[in-house]
């Protein structure tokens, strides 16, 4: 088994300390996460948890398959394949509005989940590992993988109770937006018109605020920004 590339963490708080490791194993790619700390086992254990959670919430077959290799580690399968993010880029880089956002209506009608409302307790972001967890606040268009048979979420590190829908939704436009500024722009898609074509707008400063004081939950320390440090192997690209 081979290593080909590696992610690690700055600025989390210990307990959130984990690694992301990707092995090619003959002709198979696995994804292995791991503890960095003691701490941070309990983070593992709830990441396990939050499999068997969305497999309730969208259909076993909907996450990447995961196993506990020990104490510290858990092993899932590597999904490749195109996402929707990648779908709704081709579609702006056409000028084809319409089929952008049927993508996006796809998304809303079939894949976005959280509660009704607008508003929550800011104290339920503090507690990612709650019994009664059911939301993923991280379900962007990236993290989504198109399948001829489904989809797979491959990111479910972050689930919290209840969180709104529309708290969800903006956190996708405003990602889309944030890493696609250009291809928005030249289709006359700023964020405000996203996010009022959503329904969201007014909701906009409230969110951002919500979003900031998450991260800084997450955070050692106040940082403008979450980082990453990343490594290659051998240069072989994934």
Wanted: charged share 25%.
């Amino acid at each position: 088994m081979e290593l080909i590339y590696s992610v690690f963490p700055k600025y989390r708080k210990a307990c959130f300390d984990v690694s992301t490791s990707i092995f090619v194993d003959g002709d198979t790619k696995l994804v292995r996460k791991q503890a960095l700390n003691e701490k941070a086992i309990r983070h593992i254990e709830g990441l396990l948890d939050n499999q068997e959670i969305l497999g309730s919430i969208y259909g076993i077959n909907c996450v990447p398959k995961v196993k506990r290799l020990n104490k510290n580690t858990i092993e899932m399968e590597y999904v490749s394949g195109p996402t929707l993010l990648s779908y709704m880029q081709y579609y702006l880089r056409k000028k084809d509005i319409n089929s952008f956002f049927e993508f996006l209506c796809f998304y809303i009608d079939n894949i976005l989940k959280g509660a009704d409302g607008d508003y929550f307790d800011t104290n339920l972001l503090n507690n990612p590992y709650d019994k009664n967890r059911n939301v993923n606040i991280d379900l962007t268009f990236d993290n989504i993988i198109m399948l001829e048979d489904g989809i797979k979420i491959i990111d479910f590190e972050w689930l919290y109770e209840d969180i709104p829908l529309k708290f969800v939704l903006f956190r996708a436009l405003q990602q889309l937006y944030v890493r696609n500024t250009t291809l928005c722009d030249l289709n006359g898609l700023p964020l405000d018109k996203l996010l009022d074509m959503a329904g969201i707008l007014p909701l906009k400063e409230e969110y951002f605020k919500l979003t900031n004081d998450w991260w800084l939950t997450l955070q050692d320390g106040y940082l403008a920004r979450y980082e990453k440090k990343r490594y290659l192997v051998n240069n072989i690209g994934v």
